[in-house]
Every structure is written in C-alpha cells, then in structure tokens.
Nanobody, 115 residues
Framework: QVQLVESGGGLVQAGGSLRLSCAAS????????MGWYRQAPGKQRELVAT???????NYADSVKGRFTISRDIAKNTVYLQMNSLNSEDTAVYYC?????????WGQGTQVTVSS
C-alpha cells in the first residue's frame, strides 16, 4: 500500500500564492506518476498537473504559466506551487500516486481563493 499525506491548503486572496505538498510512503515503486487533481463544488474532479518519476510534467491548460509541479524523489514528495490564484481555483485538491500496480488518492486539502 501507499499512504499519501497532503498539506498546504488554506484561504488566500485572489492574486496570491499557495504551495501544496504531498508526501508518499509505503510500497513506492521506482517508476511512478504523482500529481494533483481538484474538484470544485458541483463539478467533476479534474487534472491539475502530473509529474513522472523521470521528470516529465503535464498541466491543465487552465493552470499553465501559473502553477508549477515538482518533486523530491528522495523524499517521495510532490509539490504544487500555485501563483496568481483566482476564484476559479477554489476546490479540494487531491494528490494521486500511480504505478504499474497501484493507484492511490489522498484525502484532499481545501484551497479557497477569496475575491
């Protein structure tokens, strides 16, 4: 099993920044993908950004140029730096870990952007 612990959510004013962290532990496979997804009230969960263990990244169009995903392989931790936040970024953000065998989700952390 893999355990995911998220942190860093909160309340921020429009235009501000937040950094989310997700630490993975347990049966971590060397080749894996970690990422962030979000779900706003009344909407489906959507991809925000992903990063593979080899470093390649993928972003939703809505966050390109504002969000940056990175990871510390040694710590099995993925980060999401979110800048220029706006009200449409308000959502519960979920961390995800996946490899050839497992697919795990974190419990989510709330991000609220006030205008």
């Amino acid at each position: 099993q893999v355990q995911l612990v998220e942190s860093g959510g909160g309340l921020v004013q429009a235009g501000g920044s937040l950094r989310l962290s997700c630490a993975a532990s347990g049966s971590i496979f060397g080749i894996n993908t970690m990422g962030w997804y979000r779900q706003a009230p009344g909407k489906q969960r959507e991809l925000v950004a992903t990063i593979m263990s080899l470093g390649s990244t993928n972003y939703a169009d809505s966050v390109k140029g504002r969000f940056t995903i990175s990871r510390d392989i040694a710590k099995n931790t993925v980060y999401l730096q979110m800048n220029s936040l706006n009200s449409e970024d308000t959502a519960v953000y979920y961390c995800r870990y996946s490899d050839y065998k497992y697919d795990y989700w974190g419990q989510g952390t709330q991000v609220t952007v006030s205008s």
